[in-house]
């Protein structure tokens, strides 16, 4: 059986390394996932890998089923995803090309289908949430990172936005007040619902652009491409690491 996934976001719509056995239609409850589930190995360890924002790259942040991508890879039995996000950084430390596995989430999302449980079945279910990622595959990657000699930040706190626009720079700046580290657009409520349907879910989010207002000018799609190409090549390997120690 299948247990790990990898979920590849914006610059990641793809595995280069997976040996593609065979691909997986799921239907789910919640209707159609972003894309077909494409099953394969990667140093003879089985491996699901989904593009998050479907094949080609059509579906905005806002617009992903998320409650059917997470729903669907229970269903084929995965226990544990890896989340590959680009992300805006905001402190110091998270300049472009960077990666960091963060430890902690500011929800700034809404409008979206957050939960499994909506109380639809007459159920009131409440899960604990204090710590969102899953520390053992945390450490894992962390680890990994170590042995590539991968400079990366180990933990960080990754504030979800609602996009698909960016931030303004007050938003910014008001995130940073809150403590956040990082800005995303997807890792809210993906990371909630593998908590409630009981998936180990961590993330390597990989630095594309400084958050607006932390440089002069504006934040260009041209940036974002450079600095997500040379930041997802050690993405790339930081998974192979991974995937070979699974
Ligand atoms: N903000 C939100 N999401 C992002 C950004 C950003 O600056 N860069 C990449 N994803």
């Known amino acids: 059986m299948t247990t790990l996934a990898i979920i590849g976001g914006t610059g990641l719509g793809q ?3 997976l040996n593609i056995t065979h691909r997986e239609t799921v ?5 159609n996932p972003s894309a077909d589930f494409l099953i394969g190995e990667i140093h003879q360890k089985q491996v699901v890998f989904l593009a998050r924002h479907g094949n080609p790259h059509t579906i905005p942040p806002h617009k992903i ?7 669907a890879l229970k269903h084929l039995g995965v226990q544990d995803i890896i989340a590959v996000a680009a992300v805006g950084g905001i402190t ?6 960077h ?5 902690q989430i500011i929800d700034y999302t809404y409008g979206r289908e957050h939960t499994f449980f909506d109380g639809n079945d007459g159920n009131v279910t409440h899960i604990d949430f204090s710590y969102p990622y899953c520390q053992k595959l945390r450490a894992a990657l ?4 170590a042995t590539l000699n991968l400079k990366i930040s180990p933990i960080g706190t990754y504030g979800s936005t609602q996009g698909p626009r960016l931030e303004s720079a007050a938003e910014i700046t008001r995130m940073e007040r809150d403590g956040c580290d990082l800005v995303g657009m997807t890792g809210m409520p993906e990371a909630a619902l593998a908590k409630e349907i009981g998936i180990n879910y961590a993330s390597v989010a990989v630095i594309a652009n400084w958050g607006a207002g932390k440089t002069a000018g504006e ?10 190409h040379h930041g997802m090549a050690n993405a790339g390997a930081l ?8």
């Not at 239907?27 to 209707?31: A, I």
């Not at 089923?65 to 729903?71: D, E, F, K, L």
């Not at 990666?99 to 430890?103: E, F, Q, S």
């Not at 998974?239 to 699974?246: E, N």
């Open 15 to 17: 595995l280069a390394a």
């Open 27 to 31: 239907s789910t409850p919640y209707g």
């Open 65 to 71: 089923n998320y409650r059917a991508n997470v729903w």
């Open 92 to 97: 110091a430390e998270m300049q472009p090309a």
């Open 99 to 103: 990666i960091a596995i963060p430890d």
């Open 142 to 145: 962390i680890h990994c990172a």
């Open 219 to 228: 934040i260009t799609m041209a940036e974002i491409e450079e600095n997500l």
């Open 239 to 246: 998974l192979q690491s991974f995937i070979s120690t699974y």
